[in-house]
């Protein structure tokens, strides 16, 4: 952004110029991200950044998120472009938001260089009714880290020896759950239905102790038709894809839970693949269940959405081309 007149210009100094470096980001691709997130102009030299903008409201949100993110370095807590993109768009729409409290909450430690931990309020509220209850819902659109989070805080869960086991499941809707008439031996049949839950772990933990947990059923991953008849006790069950269950196999689900057990239900209901006419179950439980002991509800919005960068550049010229066939289209 080239810096004209009525620009308003301010300077910010970062004293410690190995931290400097990290949070300018190779090549000082964080730098534009914020520049591109907060409509400001950033020049750098040295450890000194020059900020121009035509608000003080867009140089205080380029500033707050700069400087607070050179606080979690300085804490030791690593940055990365997705926090960067995070940290703007929640100080956008909360300026008195304190990234400390939200990024310091770690949920599992998958490596030395990987601590999973959330990027939004939601998400950190959502963590937060996970460790206070024994059933949690969580409804919300794809991209939010409702899974993901689910299956990181039942892998930590299981390391503390807080739980057993973990089961995941899901509803086979596209199978009808007749998964018999499907190819193949049992494990073939599902796992095309299974496999994003395969995949969270995998980003966990070692596949060779994935698949010894899975060989000694620490770890049980099966569609939503094996828990009927079941009590699991001791566990962390997490429902993905909820808003595909009936309201039959919603209850059906949440009275299995036994002793030592605690739950995570995710879905979109913005998604519902069920056979037209039918209900969800996820949508019938938000409203049986809004008001009983010990159970919570977390909803997330588009604003909770995790993208690379260069995904949400992608969506944004995507959005301005369909804005500008519309016009287009209007004119004729």
């Given at each position: 952004?080239?810096?004209?007149?009525?620009?308003?210009?301010?300077?910010?100094?970062?004293?410690?110029?190995?931290?400097?470096?990290?949070?300018?980001?190779?090549?000082?691709?964080?730098?534009?991200?914020?520049?591109?997130?907060?409509?400001?102009?950033?020049?750098?030299?040295?450890?000194?950044?020059?900020?121009?903008?035509?608000?003080?409201?867009?140089?205080?949100?380029?500033?707050?998120?700069?400087?607070?993110?050179?606080?979690?370095?300085?804490?030791?807590?690593?940055?990365?472009?997705?926090?960067?993109?995070?940290?703007?768009?929640?100080?956008?729409?909360?300026?008195?938001?304190?990234?400390?409290?939200?990024?310091?909450?770690?949920?599992?430690?998958?490596?030395?260089?990987?601590?999973?931990?959330?990027?939004?309020?939601?998400q950190r509220d959502y963590l937060t009714a996970i460790r206070?209850?024994?059933?949690?819902?969580?409804?919300?659109?794809?991209?939010?880290?409702?899974?993901?989070?689910?299956?990181?805080?039942?892998?930590?869960?299981?390391?503390?020896?807080?739980?057993?086991?973990?089961?995941?499941?899901?509803?086979?809707?596209?199978?009808?759950?007749?998964?018999?008439?499907?190819?193949?031996?049992?494990?073939?049949?599902?796992?095309?239905?299974?496999?994003?839950?395969?995949?969270?772990?995998?980003?966990?933990?070692?596949?060779?102790?994935?698949?010894?947990?899975?060989?000694?059923?620490?770890?049980?991953?099966?569609?939503?038709?094996?828990?009927?008849?079941?009590?699991?006790?001791?566990?962390?069950?997490?429902?993905?894809?909820?808003?595909?269950?009936?309201?039959?196999?919603?209850?059906?689900?949440?009275?299995?839970?036994?002793?030592?057990?605690?739950?995570?239900?995710?879905?979109?209901?913005?998604?519902?693949?069920?056979?037209?006419?039918?209900?969800?179950?996820?949508?019938?439980?938000?409203?049986?269940?809004?008001?009983?002991?010990?159970?919570?509800?977390?909803?997330?919005?588009?604003?909770?959405?995790?993208?690379?960068?260069?995904?949400?550049?992608?969506?944004?010229?995507?959005?301005?081309?369909?804005?500008?066939?519309?016009?287009?289209?209007?004119?004729?």
């Amino acid at each position: 952004m080239s810096r004209r007149r009525k620009d308003i210009v301010r300077t910010l100094d970062f004293d410690d110029a190995v931290l400097a470096g990290q949070l300018f980001g190779p090549q000082n691709a964080n730098l534009q991200l914020v520049s591109e997130r907060a409509g400001v102009g950033i020049e750098s030299r040295g450890g000194r950044l020059t900020l121009t903008a035509e608000t003080e409201d867009r140089l205080d949100l380029a500033e707050s998120v700069l400087t607070q993110l050179y606080g979690l370095l300085q804490q030791g807590r690593p940055v990365h472009p997705q926090d960067v993109d995070c940290a703007c768009r929640m100080l956008a729409r909360d300026p008195r938001t304190d990234l400390a409290r939200v990024f310091r909450d770690s949920v599992y430690t998958a490596s030395p260089k990987k601590t999973i931990t959330p990027r939004t309020v939601t998400q950190r509220d959502y963590l937060t009714a996970i460790r206070e209850n024994d059933l949690v819902l969580a409804i919300g659109p794809a991209g939010t880290g409702k899974t993901y989070l689910a299956v990181a805080t039942a892998v930590a869960a299981l390391t503390r020896r807080e739980v057993k086991r973990i089961v995941l499941t899901r509803p086979a809707v596209e199978a009808g759950e007749k998964l018999g008439f499907l190819p193949g031996d049992m494990v073939e049949k599902v796992n095309p239905y299974l496999r994003p839950l395969y995949d969270a772990l995998h980003d966990m933990l070692d596949f060779r102790k994935v698949q010894e947990m899975l060989d000694t059923g620490i770890i049980e991953v099966a569609p939503l038709a094996f828990m009927r008849g079941r009590t699991l006790n001791d566990a962390f069950v997490i429902l993905d894809e909820a808003q595909n269950t009936t309201p039959e196999q919603m209850k059906m689900f949440l009275t299995r839970l036994g002793f030592g057990s605690r739950a995570v239900v995710t879905g979109d209901v913005t998604q519902i693949d069920l056979p037209a006419g039918s209900r969800s179950g996820l949508i019938q439980a938000a409203e049986i269940l809004s008001a009983v002991t010990g159970i919570a509800f977390i909803r997330f919005n588009e604003d909770d959405v995790i993208r690379h960068p260069l995904v949400g550049r992608i969506v944004q010229a995507y959005d301005q081309h369909d804005q500008a066939e519309d016009k287009r289209r209007g004119g004729h």
